[in-house]
């Protein structure tokens, strides 16, 4: 295990409310997913909305602890951690939402919501005054406003400042969960800058969430594709960008927009059954098989394992 | 500037601004966009650059006060909208011109069916009577992709997922077949996989009924798919209007070119995007001269002081800046 | 004259007080869920026989008032929410300012003196026919009406400002059907809810009224068996109201949920 991040089996059940239904419909939010991040890189993990991307962040950060699977930070196994413990490990892990305004607590300036996290780790006030002033230069706030509430600042501010609260607690390791899905075109770009120099500067690395792939493809090291709970490709960025292999990974990547539609091929409907259904109905087989282009009755009645097919390229496909 | 008889909707100098206690908030600040028959056209622009409030003013849905049109014209087919009476602009609202919004669990009536969403419009506009209007509504479900008509018809807008309640929507707008169909980010709040169905479609429509699609959205991406011409708005100005070749591989205006320079993808690894400093004014504190002078790179002192006005550089292609034409 | 030991003594044993109180509790429980509330102190009559010979008049009294109110408030607060800041608005708004502040029997007591006395148009007391009902319900209803109005109000104008009101609009709707078919339906939900329940308030208030109005229904019952300190009346009527009212709101919750598509499903 000398990898920073290493991830094994992890599994996150979401069970189904009311005594009768806690035997059946479990939902594998997130389903054995085993990856491993390199310290100073940037793992981008990509999915549509329900493939367990945010369970999984909050799981591998222990927020909401996994069901089950192994997580080693920087070589030590979460799971045997005590509490006290854990709290400590923590912070060296920090984690960015993706809405600024309910990561702020609207009633308190920034100043107090950055001290925070320095008051716990017990620093002197003038001291901390200036490690706060430190941070906000540092993400583009100026010092001078650390007086105010978060709703005298735009979205893009708002973001900036949730990522210097993060880095108050000077972190090795970033989770980055959609953190510039709301924010207009011209900011993502500024946000962006903004994060790769710092994972310069501090040496940082960083589990990159999103569901847009030209953003990931653009920022990442290493790709991870995700689907209804489980990692279906993994690969370095070039790699996957080059040769995706998994179908779903390649409808993915059709479905970028960018001068496609010309190709005239019918508008399909995606089928009628709720993502938690689903979900619950893939355990099992692989849970792509019913909208998969190639898929094969087969493919609905045993799971696909991960296997290596190149250079650190993982695939769980029968048919590659 | 195309005159015609095919030019669909034609928007001249549209200025509207909304009027609070303090202050005064200039949304639009003159206007001008045209739409020929059967054409899609992007409207493209951040948030706070007026594109939904343009959207609002064509159909006649601007709330009144606070908004307030202040000079302007509005042309489809020949007719200013502006000088019709409520009524008659709700005569054109859901028959002539039809509209699709941004998140359809909120847009779709959580009290009633799908069916009952659809004949009503049908039985209002058109004057059909209730049995044939469920035959059309079941037609026009079928139409937009959904294969399970019947079903859908019966169903409440909860019950479906976000793909089909945006299909439902579109047929909701555009059961009169009218020749214009508004599109408010139709496809921002969906998967990237739902998001391309949702444009095919939305091609298919304009395709089979000629129908004009004016398409909004901040996403270049996107517009790229579906326009023919795309008009670039900022700050409550049209900045920048070309044909979508014109636009991407040649673009004029500074804002454009850095914008397409912002976004990310994977071409771009390894460099450093060329992001554009500062933020999109508010509209209630817009520079003078032209409005983007503080972020702009190539910046003049002439920049300051008027408004570029629109340089015609052939071919359609437009762009308000006082540097294009020099380079 | 006192009574004599003797006599306190045979008095206990019939009662049973002598018996330690938490068997006379478990006792009393038991009697409950055999609907056998005892008897009254004073007439000797089963409890539950007085209660359901009065309580015919009180609900009716309870369920005219909740329909004026409803007549009152509902159009009322839906109107002041579509025409914001008109005529109607202000007027629905004083209303409720107004029937917030005054006291049901105050009102009552009013109009008893102007169309009871005064003019004699209505009965000043008594039982028996409708036009006895008419005066104590309206007391009744009016002041409830305020609460419901406002509920109303602000109900209709949340919906109002919902996004589906513009996709209605969008597709040229009338103004009537946008407020009046679109978002009236949601608007009602939660307010049916509220109507309903205070049912369960009517009934309380209506206590009150029958003493205004001299009606011989739960409310005189009651308030009389406190004066006399009648046990297992009172005991009977507190256990009485608690079923009612309990039954009401799961009525309500039932209605609510066939009402609301969303909750029908699951």
Redesign the interface.
């Known amino acids: 295990m000398n990898r920073f991040i290493e991830i094994k089996e992890l599994v996150k059940l979401y069970y189904g409310h009311g005594f009768f239904n806690r035997m059946r419909s479990a939902v594998w939010a997130v389903d054995r997913v085993s990856f491993g991040i390199d310290r100073n890189t940037i793992f981008g993990l990509v999915g549509e909305s329900g493939c367990g991307k945010t369970s999984l962040a909050r799981s591998l950060l222990y927020l909401d602890p996994p069901t089950s699977g192994n997580v080693w930070y920087d070589g030590t196994l979460l799971g045997n951690l005590s509490t006290k413990e854990l709290r400590f490990l923590r912070k060296r892990m920090q984690i960015v939402f993706q809405d600024p305004d309910s990561a702020l607590n609207p009633k308190m300036r920034i100043q107090s919501s950055l001290a925070e996290g320095l008051i716990n780790r017990r620093f002197a006030h003038h001291e901390r005054t200036e490690r706060i002033n430190h941070l906000l230069d540092l993400v583009g706030i100026q010092p001078a406003h650390s007086q105010r509430y978060p709703h005298e600042f735009s979205g893009g501010q708002k973001q900036r400042i949730v990522i210097a609260r993060a880095l108050s607690m000077e972190p090795d390791f970033l989770v980055l969960d959609e953190p510039v899905s709301n924010l207009d075109v011209s900011i993502q770009a500024q946000i962006i800058n903004l994060l790769l120099d710092l994972k310069k500067e501090f040496s940082l690395t960083y589990l990159f969430i999103s569901h847009d792939l030209n953003l990931v493809a653009y920022l990442s090291d290493q790709i991870g594709v995700m689907y209804r709970g489980r990692l279906m490709e993994q690969a370095s960025a070039e790699e996957i960008m080059s040769h995706p292999c998994h179908p779903y990974t390649l409808r993915l990547f059709s479905s970028m927009p960018s001068e496609q539609t010309a190709t005239g091929e019918p508008d399909e409907i995606e089928p009628e059954v709720s993502k938690a259904e689903a979900i619950a109905v893939s355990h099992g087989t692989c849970p792509y098989a019913d909208q998969c282009a190639i898929g094969e009755q087969s493919c609905s009645e045993a799971e696909p394992e991960m296997k290596e097919i190149g250079q650190g390229h993982r695939v769980a496909c029968f048919k590659v | 500037m195309e005159t015609g008889e095919n030019q669909l909707l034609h928007i001249k100098d549209l200025d509207v601004s909304f009027e609070h206690e303090q202050s005064t908030a200039h949304a639009l600040r003159g206007i001008d966009l045209s739409l020929n028959a059967g054409e899609t056209h992007a409207l493209v622009g951040e948030s706070g650059s007026g594109k939904t409030v343009t959207s609002m003013c064509i159909m006649g849905l601007l709330s009144v006060p606070p908004g307030k049109v202040n000079g302007g014209e509005i042309y489809f087919k020949g007719r200013n909208l502006l000088t019709l009476s409520e009524t008659g602009r709700r005569k054109v609202r859901g028959k002539e011109i039809g509209m699709i919004f941004q998140e359809p669990s909120k847009y779709l009536n959580p009290a009633f069916k799908i069916g009952e969403q659809i004949t009503e419009t049908l039985i209002l506009h058109l004057q059909v009577e209730r049995k044939k209007a469920t035959e059309q509504a079941l037609e026009l479900l079928s139409l937009v992709g959904l294969k399970e008509s019947k079903r859908i018809l019966k169903s409440y807008p909860h019950e479906l997922s976000g793909g089909m309640k945006q299909r439902a929507m579109i047929a909701m707008a555009i059961c009169c077949h009218p020749p214009l169909l508004i599109a408010d980010e139709p496809t921002t709040a969906l998967d990237v996989t739902l998001q391309l169905q949702i444009l095919r479609l939305l091609l298919r429509l304009n395709a089979t009924f000629s129908m004009g699609i004016l398409f909004i959205s901040h996403d270049l991406n996107v517009v790229k798919e579906i326009s023919d011409r795309i008009s670039v708005i900022y700050s409550g100005k049209i900045i920048e209007s070309a044909t979508k070749r014109q636009l991407f591989e040649n673009p004029k205006h500074p804002y454009t070119k850095l914008l397409l320079q912002s976004i990310p993808d994977a071409k771009k690894r390894g460099t450093r995007l060329k992001a554009i400093p500062g933020m999109v004014p508010d509209a209630e504190h817009i520079p003078a001269g032209c409005s983007f002078h503080p972020r702009c790179p190539t910046v003049e002192p002439g920049c300051k002081y008027e408004i570029p006005p629109a340089v015609d550089l052939g071919d359609g292609h437009k762009a308000a800046c006082y540097l294009t034409g020099k380079r | 004259m006192d009574a004599s030991e003797t006599d306190i003594e045979a008095i206990r044993t019939k009662l049973g007080t002598d018996r330690p109180i938490l068997t006379q509790y478990v006792q009393w429980i038991w009697k409950v869920f055999h609907f056998d509330f005892g008897r009254s102190m004073i007439s000797g009559q089963p409890v539950t026989e007085l209660i359901f010979e009065r309580f015919p008049l009180t609900l009716s009294l309870a369920l005219l008032g909740m329909v004026i109110s409803i007549i009152i408030a509902i159009p009322l607060g839906v109107i002041s929410a579509v025409k914001r800041w008109s005529f109607w608005d202000y007027l629905g708004m004083v209303f409720s300012q107004i029937g917030m502040a005054i006291p049901s029997f105050w009102l009552g007591i009013l109009l008893l003196l102007l169309l009871s006395v005064k003019v004699k148009l209505f009965p000043l007391f008594g039982s028996g026919t409708f036009k006895h009902l008419v005066l104590p319900s309206i007391s009744l209803g009016v002041a409830r009406a305020a609460v419901l109005l406002r509920m109303t109000r602000a109900s209709m104008l949340e919906e109002l400002s ?3 009101v ?9 103004e009537r ?1 946008v407020n009046y ?2 978002a009236l ?2 608007a009602l ?1 939660p307010v049916i809810t509220i109507a309903g329940i205070q049912l369960g308030y009517m009934l309380g208030g209506a206590i009150i009224i029958e003493q205004v109005f001299s009606l011989p229904g739960l409310g005189k019952l009651f308030l009389f068996g406190v004066y006399q300190r009648d046990f297992p009346l009172i005991q009977g009527g507190v256990i009485f109201v608690a079923f009612v009212f309990s039954f009401i709101n799961f009525t309500v919750d039932i209605l609510y949920s066939i009402l609301n ?2 909750i029908r ?1 699951s």
Not at chain 3, 166 to 174: C, D, P, W
């Open positions: 919902k996004e589906y513009i996709t209605a609009k969008s597709k040229g709707l009338t059907m078919k679109h339906k949601n939900l598509p969303k499903i």
